[in-house]
């Protein structure tokens, strides 16, 4: 939370042992060191290489070794591989599934998650910002967040039926507390220096809330997105598997109830990949939007180990 | 006291401190930082404040750049109280680190104040900002992010962001006590040649009696905490100025030696000093007991501890 | 305070809150006071919502009512043994994610190569979302402990597993390099430089494990109806006993707060010896 204050505190005395002159026309810190010299284009391709096969070599061996030994498989529950493979095709590509299951699923997800950004970036922001708003409503806040968000799913049954309001408040109301308290732990720790440099320069209003807070704040409230996917996610597949007639939780709990093994197998596989995919669709929006937080945590560590 | 010292432009001060005093309540028992301030500053003047460690030169800074409401006394800037951020004014803090934001590069770190002031258009921000980068020599890396640059330049980001605002008076708080010697010096200058060619007001507070002398056309030097002006020494010292030639004139030295001695009695005479009202065991200045007393140079004591000095 | 930020990009939860906060040093007593307000009045409103007709008490009935049934709940046997069939789901999924989490995680971050042809695979598994699995626990255990485990296991390995790593990966390359020069052995390596470093990681790794272990414990039951709270809900639901099933929610997030508290409690009680504190005591 107070990494940015703290460790610069400490970096200071050691940036400036740099001398001015030698980094005044390197101003980019040189990116990982390459080896130099006529063996470069070499290792560059056995170090693809490497990579390669450090990426994917035990995904695959892992999947080799799973066809390999379902392959005979006789067991009603755990269908050949290669069984799942061919009929994942079917169940999912040549059918209206995608259109009727998969999207409703992600647009619910997508809904309940983005309102969730909105109610969690504001509430905390606002919570974060004033410490007496903050004692207020810590106690509660705690106690709220610690309730196992599946066991709301029943009680908004109740308020909003089965549908697909009630699956994107289920999904809202599980990720909007880790969203929520992130941003509250990012606004507290922003720097008193920058505060008051925003203070000096008449930097205020909307201008100070973005530049200043939320942009400080940034980084835990990435954190609070992870986190908030990844409950996000469980979180629509239960509502639909309670109470739905259609998606994706729907549909795998469909091919379990009629014991269609290998097509349920395919549904998890389907979920996984999606867990991944939105994971790295996550990872991606980190890069570009925290690209600064890391290169100055890199540029703290160099400097540490000076 | 001296309020008319050498006001350069003739126009009359542009900030005047009367009787300030400023007091920290904490939880039952308070700390006297500054107890009796009174100084002016004549429009163009290049005014430094010295004094030891934990002098309550910070709290003095903080008061008149109006992020500090003083517990008495009175401060004036071109004809107004000060009563917060005052908009002609400028600030450079000493934690370059933590003054310039991390996810703006260095073009919008100066760009930023400047997109408060609804008079500027674009065209003349961008003006403004590149004039800014050049004269701090920093042309070249506007798209920089300042965790790339060394700390000196760094500092200098803080200073192309502080001149491109335009300021009436500046106010540098230690700035250069976090950079290497060499850095230091190159700063120094580039703050005596920004100082005369766009002719701002420039309040410059430093631990360093070196810098002090070798910076102002006049020094203050304030006594340890609780903070009185224990003397205004003008620097008469040629205008043009270079580390090898003016640090090594006879006048220099003799300047240095009466500020140093100012100083020396001010911390011999510290146990004499009239009892303070509060609690003299606090520390002087809270606000140092954050930062980072490490830098200062061996002229100067370490801040005094207390065992109170930790509790926030 | 600075271990867990620098636990690689943004790890973990915020830790406590301590240090360098917004206001400094004001008075706490006044905070707690704050905070007991803001309890009482949370629960005011959800007594006054449903009173003064705003949401039908059928679906969301009075405080008191809520607190009588839990009154209620607390003299029922049947409730004790959903309590204690939800935590053990939780403690023996819990024990189970940590022992593989150590394991698996010292044995990889200890040995490069190992480490760098796993990470593809770590970062595809860990996401998958452990709810996937429910089916097939269904399909193979039923609605038995086994179910509740599958899923708390798998949920809660990835979190103690990627703390151990950043943990590992921690270690000061000068104390390591150090630990070279003398000589000291895999074992004592291990155990005097790996392990203190890993274990405030790993604590927090506990700590994030031990609140998702108990939501997916509550889940499993009450997806899949093994027995345990969640199932009871399920039941109160089912049955129409709405003020039963928000005291048996509110118990779950007592729960939630108890193992919360717990977890810092052993968090802090474990480190309070080991130099990782440090960054908290000095400026």
Redesign the interface.
């Known amino acids: 939370m107070l990494s940015a204050p703290a460790a610069t505190n400490g970096t200071k005395a050691v940036v400036s042992v740099r001398s001015e002159t030698d980094s005044q026309q390197v101003a980019k810190r040189p990116a990982a060191s390459s080896p130099g010299g006529g063996r470069r284009i070499g290792s560059a391709l056995g170090r693809a290489a490497w990579w390669t096969a450090a990426v994917f070599g035990l995904p695959f061996g892992l999947l080799a070794l799973w066809w390999v030994l379902s392959a005979d498989s006789e067991t009603f529950y755990l269908p050949p591989l290669s069984e799942i493979l061919a009929s994942f095709d079917d169940v999912w590509l040549h059918s209206d599934r995608l259109a009727a299951d998969v999207l409703p699923s992600l647009l619910r997800l997508a809904a309940g998650f983005l309102l969730a950004v909105v109610v969690g970036v504001g509430l905390g922001v606002l919570i974060g910002s004033f410490r007496r708003v903050r004692a207020f409503c810590e106690p509660v806040l705690e106690f709220l967040r610690a309730i196992p968000p599946p066991v709301l799913v029943p009680v908004l049954m109740l308020f909003a039926g089965f549908g697909n309001t009630m699956k994107v408040l289920v999904v809202l109301s599980g990720c909007v507390w880790p969203i929520l308290l992130n941003t509250v732990e990012g606004v507290r720790a922003v720097d008193e220096v920058l505060t008051e440099t925003c203070r000096c320069y008449g930097i205020r209003g909307p201008a100070r809330l973005w530049h200043l807070v939320v942009r400080s704040a940034s980084p835990q409230i990435v954190t609070g997105l992870r986190q908030a996917l990844s409950v996000g996610i469980i979180l629509m597949v239960i509502s639909e598997m309670f109470a739905a007639n259609n998606g994706l939780g729907y549909t795998i709990i469909q091919f379990q109830r009629t014991f269609a093994v290998t097509d349920m197998w395919t549904g998890i596989l389907l979920l996984g990949l999606l867990g991944f995919l939105l994971a790295m669709l996550l990872r991606l929006f980190e890069r570009s939007a925290l690209h600064w937080y890391f290169g100055l945590r890199q540029s703290q560590r160099d400097d540490g180990q000076r | 006291m001296n309020s008319t010292a050498l006001p350069q432009a003739g126009s009359g001060p542009l900030l005047d401190v009367r009787a300030l005093r400023k007091v920290y309540a904490g939880r039952g028992r308070s700390v006297e930082a500054v107890r009796d301030l009174t100084f002016s500053v004549g429009a163009g003047e290049l005014v430094c404040v010295v004094g030891p460690s934990g002098a309550g030169k910070t709290t003095l800074l903080k008061c008149i750049a109006g992020l500090l409401p003083p517990t008495s006394g009175e401060l004036v800037l071109e004809g107004a109280p000060v009563q917060g951020p005052p908009p002609g004014m400028a600030v450079v803090f000493q934690e370059y680190g933590r003054s310039l934001f991390p996810w703006m590069t260095v073009q919008q770190n100066v760009e930023l104040p400047l997109k408060q002031k609804k008079s500027l258009d674009k065209a003349r921000r961008r003006q403004l900002v590149r004039d800014a980068l050049a004269a701090v020599g920093l042309a070249d890396v506007p798209d920089a992010y300042p965790w790339q640059l060394s700390g000196g330049m760094q500092q200098r980001v803080a200073l192309a962001r502080a001149v491109a605002y335009e300021p009436h008076i500046l106010l540098m708080d230690e700035p250069f006590a976090a950079v290497d010697a060499q850095t230091r010096a190159d700063l120094e200058d580039l703050v005596r040649s920004l100082w005369q060619r766009l002719g701002v007001t420039i309040l410059f507070v430093t631990h360093d009696i070196d810098e002090a002398v070798y910076l102002g056309q006049r020094v203050l030097v304030l006594s340890a905490s609780p903070t009185l002006v224990l003397d205004d020494v003008a620097i008469d010292l040629p205008a043009e100025r270079d580390q090898l030639g003016t640090r090594s004139s006879a006048r220099f030295g003799e300047l240095r030696a009466k500020v140093f001695g100012q100083i020396q009695r001010a911390k011999g005479a510290r146990p004499t000093d009239p009892a303070p009202p509060t609690d003299p065991a606090l520390p002087a200045d809270p606000e140092h007991a954050d930062s980072d007393p490490a830098d200062s140079p061996a002229d100067v004591p370490p801040p005094r501890q207390s065992t109170d000095a930790g509790s926030r | ?2 271990r ?3 636990a690689a ?7 406590a ?1 301590a ?9 706490r007593g ?3 006071l ?6 009482a ?2 629960l005011a409103v959800l007594e006054a919502v449903p009173r003064l007709g705003l ?1 039908s008490a ?3 009935p009075p405080t008191s009512e809520i607190a009588v049934a839990l009154n209620e709940l607390l003299g029922e046997p049947r409730f004790w043994t959903a309590v204690t069939d939800t935590l053990r789901g939780w403690f023996l999924g819990l024990a189970i994610a940590v022992a593989l989490g150590v394991l698996v995680g010292f044995v990889l971050g200890t040995v490069p190569v190992l480490r ?6 770590v970062e ?13 626990a ?3 255990f039923g609605t038995d402990l086994r179910s509740v485990l599958l899923l708390v296991v798998y949920a809660a390995f990835w979190q103690v597993l990627v703390q151990v790593l950043y943990g590992v990966r921690d270690v000061d ?1 000068v104390a390591r390099d150090t630990a070279h020069t003398f000589g000291l052995g895999r074992w004592a390596r291990i155990r005097h430089l790996l392990w203190p470093t890993a274990l405030p990681y790993l604590l927090t790794g506990v700590r994030l494990a031990a ?1 998702v272990a ?2 997916l414990a ?2 499993a039951e ?2 899949i109806g093994a027995p345990g709270l ?1 199932n009871e ?2 039941r109160a ?1 089912s049955g129409g006993a ?1 003020d039963s ?2 005291a ?2 509110i118990v ?6 108890a ?2 508290v717990l977890a810092r409690w052993l968090e802090r009680a474990v480190l309070s010896w080991h130099p990782s504190v440090r ?1 908290e005591g000095t ?1």
Do not use: H, K
């Not at chain 3, 990009?9 to 830790?15: G, L, N, V, Y």
């Not at chain 3, 595809?124 to 097939?136: E, W």
């Open positions: 305070m600075t867990a930020a620098t990009p943004p790890a973990a939860t915020a830790p809150p240090g360098r906060s917004g206001g400094t040093g004001r008075p006044g905070n707690a704050l905070g007991l307000l803001g309890f009045a949370f949401v059928d679906y969301l760098e042809f796993t990470a593809s695979t595809f598994l860990r996401p998958i979302p452990s709810v996937a699995l429910i089916p097939l269904v399909l193979l390359p609140a108990l939501i509550i889940t009450l997806i969640g809900i399920n639901q709405v099933m928000y048996l929610i779950t997030g007592l729960l939630g707060v193992v919360n960054g400026p």
